[in-house]
């Protein structure tokens, strides 16, 4: 596994509603903090909170990045997001085309075009 392979993650965000979703995934592409996001609406969450069972229709995003911007990620999002205690949550690639893993890298770092 090499350095690329280890510092990329894809980052689950929920978000309440597709106009969040949308505004949460500009941002994050346009500050470099993502190469792409991607948006699922639909998804049913089940969830406790404050000791009730709640159940919420949201979006998803999945964000890919690298472990190396989480923590400013984190700190936007959270700036931006209408939820108290937002799920945001980063789980590493173990595995990935060579070709894609390095694109990721350079647009989170750089800025780069999209994959061919």
């Keep these: 596994m090499n350095a690329t392979q280890q510092d990329a993650i894809v980052v ?38 404050q000791g009730q069972v709640e159940r919420q229709e949201e979006v998803l995003l999945l964000v890919k990045t690298l472990r190396s911007k989480f923590a400013e990620l984190v700190r936007e999002v959270r700036a931006l997001h209408s939820y108290e205690t937002p799920e945001i949550v980063g789980v590493p690639i173990a595995l990935g ?6 694109w990721l890298r350079a647009s989170v770092a750089g800025g780069e075009a999209g994959p061919d």
């Design 12 to 49: 689950f965000i929920t978000a309440g509603n597709r106009d969040e979703a949308v505004r949460l995934a500009e941002m994050l592409v346009e500050a470099g903090l993502a190469a792409c996001v991607q948006i699922l609406p639909g998804v049913e969450s089940v969830y406790r909170w």
């Design 97 to 102: 085309s060579g070709p894609y893993l390095e």
